[in-house]
């Protein structure tokens, strides 16, 4: 069924893209740094963004990572 994402048609996109998935990375990635965007460090747990005494994160920050996020609130380790 067309729009459902259930058929071969975003699959096939997938295929499309795949290759060319880095490319796009790389080119995104040194946007970014022509803007002056500067990603910073990562962290693996919110305890560890309390240890470095930058809680909460908020989605936009150079830190933010979706992981640290599971509610999806855009307020990481609140």
């Given at each position: 069924?067309?729009?459902t994402g259930s058929g071969t048609g975003s699959a096939n996109f997938?295929?499309r893209v795949g290759m060319l998935g880095p490319r796009i990375a790389?080119?995104?990635?040194?946007?970014?740094?022509?803007?002056?965007?500067?990603?910073?460090?990562?962290?693996?747990?919110?305890?560890?963004?309390?240890?470095?005494?930058?809680?909460?994160?908020?989605?936009?920050?150079?830190?933010?990572?979706?992981?640290?996020?599971?509610?999806?609130?855009?307020?990481?380790?609140?």
């Open positions: 069924m067309p729009g997938g295929n790389i080119m995104l990635e040194d946007m970014m740094a022509g803007l002056g965007y500067r990603p910073g460090p990562h962290y693996a747990t919110c305890e560890d963004v309390q240890h470095a005494g930058i809680a909460p994160l908020l989605r936009g920050a150079p830190s933010y990572s979706p992981h640290l996020d599971p509610d999806g609130d855009g307020i990481a380790c609140a």
